[in-house]
Nanobody
């Protein structure tokens, strides 16, 4: 079975940091680009970061550029999202997504709340 397990969310104060992880199983991990998306209450899901299948290319939305860093370890079937200088507007459910030319998979979300 295909599984994408996102973890690492929680409650953090503004200016703080969190590290999200997305662990995958059930498919050939290094054939897939991995993206992180988030959805805040009442808003549409937005893509915030992505890393290519071998890790050579990354993308960041303007809203997180300079604060978030995406990385992957294909030996461990894991992608991490290091989130620094968190703001209240970063509060959302964060999801990871695996996609190839042919198909894609979603993991369950992990809640990130930035509040004092």
């Amino acid at each position: 079975d295909v599984q994408l397990q996102a973890s690492g969310g929680g409650l953090v104060q503004p200016g703080g940091s969190l590290r999200l992880s997305c662990e995958a199983s059930g498919f050939i991990f290094d054939d897939y680009a991995i993206g992180w998306f988030r959805q805040a209450p009442g808003k549409e899901r937005e893509g915030i970061s992505c890393i290519s299948s071998k890790g050579g290319s990354t993308y960041y939305a303007d809203s997180v550029k300079g604060r978030f860093t995406i990385s992957r370890d294909n030996a461990k079937n894991t992608v991490n999202l290091q989130m620094n200088s968190l703001k209240p507007e970063d509060t959302a459910v964060y999801y990871c997504n695996a996609r190839s030319v042919f198909t894609g998979y979603w993991g369950q979300g992990t809640q990130v709340t930035v509040s004092s």
